[in-house]
């Protein structure tokens, strides 16, 4: 059972657009992670949120928690053809991480 | 290594065969854990541990997964009697603490296919 939703599942965009990554759930976390995959390897963490609106950015990455620490966003800006992966959310509670749907993002030169 | 370390890196197994998949965490994390990544999605949690403890192993899919970490260091996850649907990428993770801003360090998993 996925209880992170997220959302588009799949994102194909031309170098330079701006772009917005949805994680949703009904269930409240006490933390957030947004973590990047590339082919053939593990997750590797980007940020944690931990705060309702809290706000985090990571040069061209901006990342927000919702108030009731229910969803999160990822916007990156002026995407680059490195930025290619599979994003993932995972909402922490209680020692245990549920990680969202994956969000595949294709950034073509 | 400064990493998480997964052997076998891939696995073929026959059906109804039992196999071991082995983690190496980093050392010094206290919490180690088991999730199922299908290809495109998000890791599935299987189990985790604190120290040797197995904390939550809700995930299992059914009695013939099981896993152990005897010495709080390295553990190994077991499948047994191993079906085609059991064909997946097995990842660990290690977690250095249980703080809110501890992050899973994930190692490269093995791939296991049934045949």
Known sequence: TQLLEQSPQFLSIQEGENLTVYCNSSSVFSSLQWYRQEPG?????LVTVVTGGEVKKLKRLTFQF???RKDSSLHITAAQPGDTGLYLCAGERLAQFY???GTSLTVIP | GAGVSQSPRYKVTKRGQDVALRCDPISGHVS???YR???GQGPEFLTYFNYE????KSGLPNDRFSAERPEGSI????????????SAMYRCASRKTGGLN???????GTRLTVT
């Open chain 2, 37 to 39: 990544q299908a290809l």
């Open chain 1, 41 to 45: 390897e593990g997750p590797v963490l």
């Open chain 2, 102 to 108: 501890s992050p899973l360090h994930f190692g490269n």
């Open chain 2, 32 to 34: 180690l854990y088991w």
């Open chain 2, 53 to 56: 403890a197995q904390q939550d």
């Open chain 1, 66 to 68: 919702g108030d009731a």
């Open chain 2, 75 to 86: 553990s190994t996850l077991t499948i047994q009697r191993t079906e085609q649907r059991d």
């Open chain 1, 99 to 101: 990680f969202g749907t």
